[in-house]
């Protein structure tokens, strides 16, 4: 009989890729341990996706009320309580960490609480809450990523703060400076802006959300402004002063920027330096990421990593796969891991999603790519609904007709990416979108209009012009 600190599987971290990992391996049979050194469900869960998305779905109700009276409803003198939104979502995050923590239980796994340090390639050894030694035949390293801090103006947690501490605050101030325009540093400047607050976006690039491509970056960046969001780019940040009720930036041009709060939001910082991963024979990168084949094998046979720690696409949604790949093969199995399909999300007011390449992306790829996209405003769905800013656009080959690429920005762009992120996973062409039948009304339609305007067979929506 095995001894009951040796396990089949030792996973370290039960962040969405951590976790992810020890149930697939545990549905294999397998004798699962998994280590977190704070809370389950890791920076997603606790500090991420899902607190953000609860406050962010109070704006979203903010904004619809105020469009209200459009619809013929009237509603005077309404107003809200950000403390009692920040006590939601302190009790989202608590009931679905509890839920996860009795999924767990429900599959065997052996969860322990403490950090973690290799003491052998097979060996861990857990400090903190509790104290002993575990032995693994395969481990598998989930140790995500944190908050990245800046030397020169270091978060104080009262007027400077980061992802994490903003999320703390139980009141609004009245302005908020936003260091970094990207897909964090653009959510909460979003959030912020629809509950009343001031607020600046400082982006060192010559455009917020520049990854996603400029179509997206431009319409994002007027829909900011109409709602009151000023919008610096091209600026580096010199230093911050914190006071004693508000934070003052320093620009490298020499310009001064004050506001009561101040938000750092400009990357985040792999977690492996603690780790003593020498003594499992693995080393780290200068970033501190763990080089990984696609298989999530690292080069020490026997260890997989996974998640933000492997330094790919950092989202929560790329771990959980990496996680199922990264299992199976530790069990047995033969999966290998694709980035060509990653979907992305951003949820601003309104939502960006993206997946594949940008047009940008394409023709520096040397495709002979084309776009075709369809207006919201277009839709009968849209208009009935009254969301009709934004559009839906696809990005194709235009010899082949393959799909590339596809960028949605408006209402429910979050659930409209994954028709997307199918197509481009099974190198399908604009044919297969246009010969597959959409339900009408639906928000949905815009991908087989774009798709039709893309092959210059548009139905709703004006021929080009003829030469």
Known sequence: MKNKDNFDIVVIGAG????????????KGKKVALIEKSHLGGT?????????????????????????????????DYSFDYSKMKE??????????????????SHGIH??????????????KISGEEKKVLKGDKIIIATGSTTLDIKAFPCDHKNILNSTSILEMSSLPKSLIVVGGGYIGSEFASLFAEMGVKVTILEALDSIVKAQGASISNFLTKKFKDKGISIKTS??????????????????????LSADKVLISIGRKIVSDNLDITKAGLKT????????????????????AIGDVTGKAMLAHVASHQGIVAATNATGGNAL?????????????????????????????????????FPFQALGKSQATMDTEGFAQVIFDEDTHEILGAQVIGHDASALIGEMALAIQNELTLECITETIH?????????????????????????????
């Not at 600026?235 to 490298?252: D, Q, Y």
Request: glycine share 6%; hydrophobic share 45%.
């Open 44 to 76: 997603c869960l606790n500090v991420g996706c899902i607190p953000t998305k609860t406050l962010i779905a109070n704006a979203q109700i903010l904004e619809k009320i105020a469009k209200a009276s459009q619809f013929g409803i009237n509603i005077k």
């Open 88 to 105: 939601r979502k302190d009790n989202v995050v608590e009931t679905i960490r509890k839920s996860l923590g009795s999924l767990l239980k």
């Open 285 to 304: 990168n200068a970033n501190g990421s763990i080089d990984v084949d696609e298989r999530m094998q690292t080069e020490v046979p026997g260890i997989y």
């Open 439 to 467: 339900a009408h009304p639906t928000v949905a339609e815009a991908w087989l209009e774009a798709a039709l305007i893309a092959n210059d067979t548009p139905i709703h929506f004006p021929p080009k012009l003829k030469k």
């Open 235 to 256: 600026v580096k940040v010199s230093s911050i002063e914190s006071f004693e009720n508000s934070a003052t930036v320093h620009l490298e041009n020499g310009d001064t």
């Open 111 to 124: 969860v322990f609480f403490g950090g973690a340090k290799f003491l052998s390639p097979k060996e861990i």
């Open 16 to 27: 969405p890729g951590g976790y992810v990992a020890a149930i697939k391996a545990a549905l």
């Open 337 to 373: 891991m694709h980035y060509h399909a990653v979907p992305a999300v951003i949820f601003t007011l309104p939502e960006v999603a993206v997946v594949g390449m940008t047009l940008e992306e394409a023709l520096q790829k040397n495709y002979k790519a084309k776009a075709g996209a």
